[in-house]
């Protein structure tokens, strides 16, 4: 029984180190001015929001610049954010 609680907590663990970090943020463009709401994948060593800032800040393209990570969350959030992300979901 013991090694089957073991087994068990441990498959846990693995599942937990294995989870996927995504960030959803807010960015703009000056001249003429447009903003834009995306979700973005992160790696794990990226997964706070102060530590998102600079890795998402970095993969922006095409003059887009960062104004907020919003939050920090796991593959559960993603299907709540799709539609609001639209072609900005996973992009960068």
């Known amino acids: ?4 609680l073991l087994s068990l907590a441990l498959m846990g663990l693995a599942t937990t180190a294995n989870a996927t970090c995504f ?3 807010k960015a703009k463009m000056d001249n003429p001015l447009r ?8 790696p794990d060593s ?3 929001v102060g530590a ?8 922006l393209t095409g003059g887009w ?3 907020e990570v ?10 709540s954010r799709r539609d609001r ?3 900005y979901y996973l992009r960068f």
């Open 23 to 25: 960030a959803d943020y």
């Open 35 to 42: 903003l834009h709401y995306g979700v973005i994948e992160l």
């Open 85 to 87: 992300a639209g072609q």
């Open 1 to 4: 029984m013991k090694q089957l």
């Open 65 to 67: 610049q960062l104004l």
């Open 70 to 79: 919003m939050s920090v969350f796991d593959e559960t959030g993603l299907d």
């Open 52 to 59: 998102a800032a600079s890795n998402i800040a970095g993969r």
């Open 46 to 48: 990226a997964c706070s």
